[in-house]
């Protein structure tokens, strides 16, 4: 694939989850279309927004829990100056975040090399760079690493005797995590990918295993740039709507 034009590159974005870590307001709308920012868009919206920026203008919305609001709001895309696709989770036993991108690649909307999107986080990140990244390493799957992670409680230190000697709340740490973003060459889900893993299993717990142990290229992109996890209410709620500001149009 070349990267002289980024508008033939296409996004897969997983937006097909039950959101129980938002409940009750899922109880009403997907947890992909929760608004953010001083202009309230969804965080879908915001994803595309993002990312129609960086030249891509090729989309596949992996939905399932209440997909029709999502389809409702953006449609084929046009109204967004994008083409979107769906594919439906949870069809001829396709399930979970691994099951969703296989079930598209079979029904042909995603080929070749493309980009995976988890549809609650967001990340400014350079589409080009992590692109030229991934070929540059002839990777077959390239994951977007975040450093120095800020852990989310207080970290303790202890003696022999379990006396607390050390004691730092919420600490960032030495730690590389996914943010959820990357890259997958398509010719991982062959065959043997659902004779190995079935129809239902996750994309960062089976799937990314399964590569490193079978012997594919999989690297990371360190990425050291501010992201933002919309993935529970309690996240949500420290958002700071100001680093919104560089999502919105």
Not at 136 to 141: F, H, Q, R, T
Not at 154 to 174: H, M, Q, T, Y
């Amino acid at each position: 694939m070349s990267l002289s034009d980024l508008s033939r590159v296409r996004a897969a974005v997983l937006a097909g989850g039950v959101g129980s870590r938002f409940h009750p307001y899922t109880e009403i709308i997907p947890k992909p279309m929760i608004p953010l920012g001083k202009s309230e868009k969804p965080v879908l919206e915001l994803i595309v927004t993002w990312l129609k920026r960086q030249g891509i203008k090729n989309y596949v919305f992996l939905v399932g829990y209440k997909w029709k609001y999502i389809y409702n709001y953006f449609e084929d895309g046009s109204r967004f100056g994008v083409k979107i696709e769906y594919s439906l989770d949870e069809e001829d036993g396709y399930k979970n975040t691994g099951g969703a991108l296989l079930k598209a690649h079979r029904r042909g909307l995603i080929t070749d090399t493309f980009i995976f999107w988890y549809g609650d986080i967001l990340a400014p990140i350079n589409v080009r760079d992590l692109l030229e990244y991934h070929f540059s390493k002839n990777a077959d799957v390239t994951i977007v690493l975040a450093e120095n992670y800020k852990v989310p409680v207080g970290v303790a230190k202890l003696s022999g005797d379990n006396r607390v000697v050390e004691f730092a709340e919420k600490p960032r740490i030495d730690l590389r995590v996914t943010i959820g973003v990357g890259v997958v060459n398509t010719k991982l889900f062959n065959k043997n990918i659902e004779e190995e893993l079935g129809k239902d299993f996750d994309f960062m717990g089976d799937f990314i295993p399964y590569c490193i142990r079978t012997g594919y290229s999989v690297y990371g992109y360190l990425y050291r740039g501010m992201w933002i996890d919309v993935g529970s209410l309690e996240k949500y709620k420290k958002i700071n709507m100001e680093e919104i500001a560089i999502f919105e149009d």
